[in-house]
Structure formats: structure tokens, C-alpha cells
């Protein structure tokens, strides 16, 4: 029997030559990242004793979650991860004016194939689109990575979802992942390492396949994997930092492989609060909104905006609606910029914020009211993740976005 690739990029990890499902190993990452959460993470990390960490070069910082600071307790906080950077010598640190940490990380360099990657965030699972092993942790465990340099972790089983055929007009990553959570459901690949695959992946650009790998972590992978090819190598040119050698599954690896055929794939919404609650947009067209957020580490990329671009220009926002547009980095903005698709969107009436989190986790700049309903290109939806317990969150792509803003309902077709 062939091995899988987390069979084979944990072996070589640990030191070994093989390791077996189930098995627990003992890693030393390539990277370790962290956010806002580096404030509470450096607490830990001194009330376990330590006072220097181990490799300060590992780790990657970025202040993203609230930024600028909407209060003295989230300024105070950022205070404090400054003064640790400080003391610590890390260099991989990037202020309130880089970006979303995501999205930093990958055009920083970081993230390449072969690597692995470890990251006090749920969504550190996104860089398994550049072929390499990364996966969320605790702040506990990022604490003693900090301190020790090590880290276990048990060898998953692996999940190869195969996506044939070839996606319709107007149907995107996004709504191929929330079809996917539809079918499999939000616990339906705990701590498994799903690996996408098939035609429709390898048509897919690095932006779409950081859709599928960032939103594993929706279904409960310990990781998402997409396999390097040129477009991968292409994409790293003049991008990654150091050396890199990729990894590949044995073509007989043992792994579960379930199959879609997504030729006739209409677009997907999210409803009310379950990430894996899926209808098609179809069924919920008519649906009154009042906010509409894109961006996020999900659908913020320069791709992205381009669509909604497309479908602002020379129209206006409902009335009725507030359309909050975050680029998920300054270098997206930037792009943005030099195209006019800032512009465009300001244009039609939409307010395009500082690259950061910021409404995704209702932390800032769009909070929702009770009673109020959001369309947004994020990756989350449960009650109360973008303020009031009593708002009610959709997720679709920023297509799907982009046009219901201009209708001030949901919908599909301009």
C-alpha cells in the first residue's frame, strides 16, 4: 500500500521513514502563525516559564482582526504584541496597515510546497492550496511551539474529494465549497486531511483553490491539499521565500475518494446558522438584506473584486443596503486601485474599508444589529459571529454578493 501525502510530509517531519494513520509524532514547523491572539499566546508562553523562544525567525505575526483598534482594549492589545515582537527580535512581523493574515502570509512567501505550517488561526488550513501540510492549532500549543520549537500532532486519515466536469457561467470556488459542505456536512471530515482534486481543481487559478482549502476547515479537516503543478510554481516565482520541494500522494494511497460531476452546479447560498445549512440561491431569491460584506480571508483577493467590479459598474447599491468591501491585503488593494475597481465600487455606493477582519468576526467596521440580515463572502454564519445573536448571516460568492446588493435582496441574475 502507497502512503498519503500527510503520511509523507509528517514522516519527514518526524524524522521518519514511514508513519501510519493514527500514529503520533513529534514536528518542528517550517512557520507558526499568529495574530491578535499573540497578546494572549506571549501570557502563556511566560506562565509556562519560557523567556525566549526557541526560534523567533518561525514566527509569523500579523495584526489583522481588528485593525485600527475600534477600543482601548483591543489598542492595549495590540500594545502588548508590539512590545513582545520587540523583545523577542521576531522579524516576521507586520502591522495594521499589511493586511489579513492569510492572505499576508502566501504573498509574503511563506507557504510553499512541502512545507509544514502551523497557525493559531482555524483557517491556517487556506495555504494547503500551494501544496503544503498547515493546520489551525491552539493558543496553548502555539505557546509551546513558541517555547520549544516542537509540536505533536496525529497522522489523519485522508479524504480525496474528485470534482469532474467543468463549473458553469457564474459559478465559482466558492459555490463548489458550499456545495461540497452541503453533501458532507460541517463535522463530515473531522480531523481528516481532505485533498482536492480533478479536473475542475486543476482548471482552478491559486485564488480559487485557497477558496476550497481555507473553507475545509468548515467540514472539521485537520488540513486541506491541493497538488502542486505549474500553475503552483508559477504563482511562488517571485513570491517564496528559501527552498522548497514538493510532496505527492502514492497513486494507491488507501485513502477514502468520493467523486462529484459539478457540470450543471447552479450558485450555492449558506443560510441561517450553519455554515453546512445549503440551498441553492435559487430557492432564497427574493430574500431582504441589509448589509452585504466582501472581502475576508476567503473571497477578498484581487480576482474577486474584479468580479464584483464587473457587476457594479454603471449601477448603484440599493438604497436599502450597505455594501462594506474589505481587500484582504494592502497589495490587493493597491491592484485594485490601479485597475479602478475602487472606484467602481465607490461608485456605485459601497464603502471599501482597510484591509482586515474586521465584520467577519464582529469585531469591526459592520457589526450587525438585532433583527438584521447580512449576505457576506466570509466562511462563517453561526449566531452572533458578526455581532447580535439575533442577526442572520448568508454566505455566497461575491457574484452572489455583488448583485444582491443592487437589488437589496438576494439574488442570481442582473
Keep these: 500500500m502507497g502512503k498519503s501525502f500527510v503520511q509523507k510530509i509528517l514522516a519527514k517531519y518526524a524524522g521518519k521513514e514511514k508513519v501510519e494513520v493514527g500514529e503520533i509524532v513529534t514536528v518542528e514547523p517550517d512557520f507558526i502563525l499568529s495574530h491578535d491572539n499573540s497578546s494572549a499566546i506571549s501570557k502563556t508562553f511566560i506562565k509556562m516559564g519560557a523567556e525566549k523562544v526557541k526560534y523567533p525567525e518561525r514566527l509569523v505575526?500579523?495584526?489583522?482582526?481588528?485593525?485600527?483598534?475600534?477600543?482601548?482594549?483591543?489598542?492595549?492589545?495590540?500594545?502588548e504584541v508590539r512590545e513582545f515582537v520587540m523583545k523577542q527580535g521576531i522579524l516576521n512581523f507586520y502591522d495594521i496597515n499589511r493586511g489579513i493574515c492569510h492572505q499576508v502570509f502566501i504573498e509574503e512567501g511563506f507557504a510553499a510546497p512541502g512545507r509544514l505550517i502551523l497557525g493559531s488561526d482555524s483557517h491556517t488550513t487556506s495555504y494547503g492550496a500551494l501544496g503544503c501540510f498547515s493546520a489551525g492549532i491552539g493558543r496553548t500549543e502555539a505557546a509551546s511551539i513558541w517555547a520549544t520549537g516542537q509540536l505533536w500532532l496525529m497522522v489523519p486519515e485522508t479524504l480525496r474529494i474528485k470534482l469532474e466536469g467543468k463549473l458553469p457561467e457564474n459559478v465559482f470556488a466558492k459555490d463548489v465549497i458550499l456545495?461540497?459542505?452541503?453533501?458532507?456536512?460541517?463535522?463530515?471530515?473531522?480531523?481528516?486531511?481532505?485533498?482536492?482534486?480533478?479536473?475542475?481543481?486543476?482548471?482552478?487559478?491559486?485564488?480559487?483553490?485557497?477558496?476550497?482549502?481555507?473553507?475545509?476547515?468548515?467540514?472539521?479537516?485537520?488540513?486541506?491539499?491541493?497538488?502542486?503543478?505549474?500553475?503552483?510554481?508559477?504563482?511562488?516565482?517571485?513570491?517564496?521565500?528559501?527552498?522548497?520541494?514538493?510532496?505527492?500522494?502514492?497513486?494507491?494511497?488507501?485513502?477514502?475518494?468520493?467523486?462529484?460531476?459539478?457540470?450543471?452546479?447552479?450558485?450555492?447560498?449558506?443560510?441561517?446558522?450553519?455554515?453546512?445549512?445549503?440551498?441553492?440561491?435559487?430557492?432564497?431569491?427574493?430574500?431582504?438584506?441589509?448589509?452585504?460584506?466582501?472581502?475576508?480571508?476567503?473571497?477578498?483577493?484581487?480576482?474577486?473584486?474584479?468580479?464584483?467590479?464587473?457587476?457594479?459598474?454603471?449601477?448603484?447599491?440599493?438604497?436599502?443596503v450597505r455594501l462594506l468591501v474589505f481587500p484582504a491585503s494592502m497589495?490587493?488593494?493597491?491592484?485594485?486601485?490601479?485597475?479602478?475597481?475602487?472606484?467602481?465600487?465607490?461608485?456605485?455606493?459601497?464603502?471599501?474599508?482597510?484591509?482586515?477582519?474586521?465584520?467577519?468576526?464582529?469585531?469591526?467596521?459592520?457589526?450587525?444589529?438585532?433583527?438584521?440580515?447580512?449576505?457576506?463572502?466570509?466562511?462563517?454564519?453561526?449566531?452572533?459571529?458578526?455581532?447580535?445573536?439575533?442577526?442572520?448571516?448568508?454566505?455566497?460568492?461575491?457574484?452572489?454578493?455583488?448583485?444582491?446588493?443592487?437589488?437589496?435582496?438576494?439574488?442570481?441574475?442582473?
Excluded at 482582526?65 to 482601548?72: G, N, Q, R
Excluded at 473553507?215 to 521565500?241: I, Q, S
Design 179 to 320: 456545495f461540497l459542505l452541503g453533501k458532507l456536512g460541517a463535522d463530515g471530515a473531522l480531523y481528516k486531511s481532505v485533498e482536492f482534486c480533478g479536473k475542475i481543481v486543476e482548471d482552478m487559478d491559486i485564488e480559487d483553490r485557497i477558496v476550497l482549502c481555507n473553507m475545509a476547515a468548515e467540514m472539521g479537516a485537520k488540513n486541506g491539499y491541493c497538488l502542486p503543478d505549474e500553475k503552483t510554481f508559477d504563482y511562488l516565482k517571485e513570491r517564496v521565500k528559501g527552498s522548497f520541494e514538493a510532496v505527492y500522494p502514492d497513486k494507491e494511497d488507501g485513502a477514502e475518494e468520493i467523486s462529484f460531476n459539478l457540470s450543471s452546479l447552479k450558485p450555492q447560498i449558506a443560510c441561517p446558522h450553519s455554515v453546512d445549512n445549503i440551498k441553492e440561491v435559487e430557492e432564497l431569491k427574493g430574500k431582504k438584506i441589509d448589509q452585504v460584506v466582501i472581502g475576508t480571508c476567503t473571497n477578498g483577493r484581487l480576482k474577486d473584486l474584479k468580479i464584483v467590479a464587473k457587476v457594479l459598474k454603471g449601477k448603484k447599491i440599493s438604497k436599502n
Design 61 to 79: 505575526i500579523v495584526l489583522d482582526h481588528c485593525t485600527p483598534p475600534a477600543d482601548s482594549k483591543y489598542a492595549t492589545n495590540h500594545k
Design 331 to 414: 497589495d490587493v488593494y493597491k491592484d485594485a486601485l490601479k485597475e479602478g475597481i475602487i472606484n467602481t465600487i465607490i461608485e456605485a455606493g459601497g464603502i471599501v474599508m482597510n484591509p482586515n477582519c474586521g465584520p467577519c468576526l464582529g469585531a469591526h467596521e459592520g457589526a450587525l444589529a438585532p433583527g438584521e440580515v447580512c449576505l457576506s463572502t466570509s466562511n462563517r454564519n453561526f449566531k452572533g459571529r458578526m455581532g447580535s445573536n439575533e442577526s442572520f448571516i448568508y454566505l455566497s460568492s461575491p457574484y452572489v454578493a455583488a448583485i444582491s446588493a443592487i437589488k437589496g435582496e438576494i439574488d442570481y441574475e442582473i
